[in-house]
Structure formats: C-alpha cells, structure tokens
C-alpha cells in the first residue's frame, strides 16, 4: 500500500495548484493523508479524485473544513494504526504535542504538521512523522512531503525538491 502524506499546503494562499513532483505520486497512490492547514475545502475535492483522503484540520483551516474534518484521526492501514494530528497548540514543541494527542491510543506511526520541518524518527517503537510542505518551506531548504509503504512493516521517506511547479 501506498500512502502519499502531506500537510500545510495552504492553498491558495502559498500556491494555486499542487507541485507536479506530488502529483506524479498521487497518480499511483492507494491513500493520501494530510495533516491539516489546507486552508481551504477545494483542495479536500482535489485530492479525492487521486485515492481515498483521510485529513485532520490545523489552525489555519476554516469552518467549512472543521466541519467536515476532526482535529485528531487514527485510522487503520493494514496491520498498523497510525495517529494523524496537525500539532498547533501551546506549550511543548510540536512534535510533543503531536505526541501527547496520542499517549492513550496504541499507535504504531503519528503523522503531524503545523511546523513546516520533516521530521522522521521512532520513538518507543512508534515512527514519528512531519512531511513538511509541497507548498512552503519557509526556512526549509527545499519542499516536501512523504511517502509511506506499508506491507509487512512500515517504511517512511521523505520526497525533496526545490521547485513548487
């Protein structure tokens, strides 16, 4: 299975369409997570005609989003659950935020965004995950997003490029 993971596009503020080196892996792709700060429900139909999308909302999002949408989602991909929440809030750093949302879920992968920074680690067994951005890497060298492939195990990489066209 292969899952494309994203967040923090906030389209169209920081682009008007998805950069083509994404959209060459939605092409191909059984999911697509995004970990919230859409910023607007158009992108949501988009992504929906590639796979089936599974999104959470971050602070950027609107109502139309959140009411459609839950702040905090673990879903269920083969043998694994994996927790998805965007991260904003107060107090911790992100990535412990993200982490907290999940303390009593059995989770084996937490995807997480709002900072705009890849992060790809384990923690106490579990894969800690932040794509970054195909849309605004702030001061990120270059744009990104994930990828997951999930089989027997899960496997989580990072998909670098500097140009957002």
């Known amino acids: ?50 796979a089936p999308v599974i999104g959470v909302t971050g602070n950027a999002d609107g109502p139309e989003l959140k009411s459609l949408l839950n702040s905090k989602e673990v879903l269920r991909a083969g043998n694994f659950q994996i927790g998805i929440v965007h991260g904003h809030g107060t107090g ?15 989770v084996d992968c937490i995807i997480y965004g709002h900072s705009h920074i890849p992060v790809l680690k384990e923690i106490d067994g579990a894969i800690i995950f932040n794509p970054g951005s195909p849309t605004d890497k702030r001061r990120q060298k270059e744009f990104s997003y994930g990828i997951l492939t999930i089989g027997e195990k899960i496997k989580a990489e990072h998909i670098f490029f500097e140009d957002k066209q």
């Open 92 to 106: 911790k750093t992100t990535e412990r935020r993200a982490m907290a949302a999940f303390a009593d879920d059995d």
């Open 1 to 50: 299975m292969k899952v494309v993971v994203i967040s923090d596009t906030h389209m169209p503020k920081k682009a008007k369409r998805l950069p083509s080196r994404l959209l060459g892996d939605l092409g191909d792709c059984d999911l697509i997570i995004h970990a919230g700060d859409w910023q607007t429900i158009e992108l949501f139909h988009e992504l929906k005609q590639y």
